[in-house]
């Protein structure tokens, strides 16, 4: 059976500012299970991985309105909370979808550590912001008492910032694939996995550091040799010029013109740059196809109807 590995973002599980909750989340994920089942029936092997910024942005925010009678939630804490509690929802909803098609297969999760270097530039210029806004003067605090890097933001107020570090292993990459040739549905890697490093004692240590969740899938991709990588987001296909006038939808692309129109700066850093950077990075590792789509249209993307299709 083929394996596809499909990214989908933390961003999809809320739909709009009016659906929060964790009962919205929930209900978004039984959405993307019906399409996941769909690709089960369809003869597919299917990993699952996850982005988790605005959970963790939530959890963060109940660790300082507590911070009066509770203790601090470290990032990588932060990191291991959402990929059980959002692997939870994904485990139900798969389950449930596949009751209801007679489908016997069951899902698991994989609290996932991901390895990376310690001396990654990131470390020396951290770029990820998390957490809440701020006034400057808070800023100011936080960064003298907790030693945080601050970036002021569009006149929106003061976020701290943390490293953003390249995926080198998945630690746990032996387990997750015994489950797919187990014929499980995977739920790994989620958020980009929780940052650790390898101490010279050989013993692993948690950093507060953010892993792109994209950079992740790809690596996940390449090490569980999937067939294809998918990464679902908020757009039907990839464009060139995206929103304005001349925008040109894109239904296929070779590794060479990705690179092209990456360099081009056609794909802008906070959106759709990383994740092509991702299939690239996919690609040049062997892999044997990418595919970029909206979660509705997984299965049609998957019969060539719609999506953008990368090969090498």
């Not at 009751?99 to 001396?119: F, G, M, P, S, Y």
């Not at 489950?179 to 958020?191: M, S």
């Not at 490093?197 to 390449?222: M, R």
């Not at 040799?225 to 995206?242: G, P, R």
């Amino acid at each position: 059976m083929p394996v596809a590995v499909i990214a989908v973002g933390g961003n999809s599980l809320i739909l709009d500012e009016k659906h929060k909750t964790v009962a919205d989340q929930y209900a978004a994920t039984v959405e993307t299970s019906k399409h996941i089942a769909g690709m089960l029936q369809a003869g597919w092997n299917v990993v699952l991985t996850h982005g988790n910024g605005p959970q963790v942005g939530f959890i963060l925010r109940r660790s300082e309105l507590a911070l009066h009678e509770l203790h601090p939630v470290p990032l990588d804490y932060c990191g291991a909370d959402t990929q059980g509690a959002i692997g939870y929802m994904f485990q139900r909803a798969l389950r449930n979808e596949f009751r209801a098609r007679k489908i016997t297969r069951q899902a698991a999760t994989i609290v996932t550590q991901v390895l990376v270097d310690r001396n990654d530039p990131a470390f020396q210029n951290p770029t990820k912001p998390i957490g809440s806004f701020m006034n400057a003067e808070l800023a100011a605090r936080k960064r003298a008492e907790e030693g945080w890097q601050m970036v002021e933001d569009a006149g929106r107020g003061w976020r701290r910032v943390v490293p953003s570090p390249l995926p080198k292993a998945i630690v746990e990459r032996d387990a997750i694939e015994q489950l797919i040739r187990a014929g499980f549905v995977v739920i790994c890697a989620g958020g980009g996995g929780i940052p650790v490093y390898q101490a010279e004692d050989g013993n692993l240590v948690g950093l507060e550091a953010v892993i792109d969740k994209d950079f992740a899938g790809s690596l996940l991709a390449s090490s569980v040799n999937a067939d294809l990588f998918l990464i679902s987001t908020a757009v039907e296909k990839v464009a060139l010029n995206f929103n304005k006038p001349n925008q040109q939808w894109l239904d296929q692309l070779t590794l060479a013109q990705a690179k092209e129109y990456l360099a081009q700066g056609h794909f802008h850093k906070g959106s759709m740059g990383p994740k092509i950077q991702a299939v690239v990075s996919f690609l040049e590792r062997g892999g044997k196809q990418a595919l970029i789509t909206n979660p509705e249209n997984l299965e049609r993307a998957l019969n060539g109807e719609t999506g953008t299709r990368i090969t090498p």
